[in-house]
C-alpha cells in the first residue's frame, strides 16, 4: 500500500507559478512510476507529466508531458524524501483544475488514469486572468 499526499496548490495570476508536492508513504518500494494528472471542471481526468523512478533500463523513458504543459511544467522527484515535485510556471487559466499525484509498480510509465493503483487526494490549482 503507498499513501500519497499533494499539497502546494493555490490561487494564483496568469503567468505566475506553483510548485505542487506529492509525498509518498508506506511500501513506497511499489512505486516505480509516478505521475500527475489533473481535472478541471467539467473535464475528464487527463495525464500532465510523469516520471519513471524505478530501477533503470535501457531504452527507458524518464518523463513524458502533455503537449499543453510542455514547457512550462516540470515534474522531478526527490528520492530521499519519497517525494515528486510538479514545476509549474507561466500557468494559463486553462490549468485550473484539481491536481492528482498517482503512482504504480509498472515498469512503463503511461498516461492513462486507469494504469495507477494509488492515488493522492488532489490538490486545487485556480489560475487567474
Known amino acids: 500500500q503507498v499513501d500519497l499526499v499533494e499539497s502546494g496548490g493555490g490561487s494564483v495570476q496568469a503567468g505566475g507559478s506553483l510548485r505542487l508536492s506529492c509525498a509518498a508513504t508506506g511500501y513506497t518500494y511499489n512505486r516505480n512510476c509516478m505521475a500527475w494528472f489533473r481535472q478541471g471542471p467539467g473535464a475528464v481526468r487527463e495525464g500532465v507529466a510523469t516520471?519513471?523512478?524505478?530501477?533503470?533500463?535501457?531504452?527507458?523513458?524518464?518523463?513524458y508531458y502533455a503537449d499543453s504543459v510542455k514547457g512550462r511544467f516540470t515534474i522531478s522527484e526527490d528520492n530521499d524524501k519519497n517525494t515528486v515535485y510538479l514545476q509549474m510556471y507561466g500557468l494559463k487559466p486553462e490549468d485550473t483544475a484539481m491536481y492528482y499525484c498517482a503512482a504504480d509498480s509498472r515498469s512503463i510509465c503511461s498516461n492513462s488514469e486507469g494504469d495507477y493503483a494509488y492515488w493522492g487526494q488532489g490538490t486545487q490549482v485556480t489560475v487567474s486572468s
Open positions: 516520471i519513471y523512478i524505478g530501477p533503470l533500463y535501457i531504452g527507458a523513458d524518464t518523463t
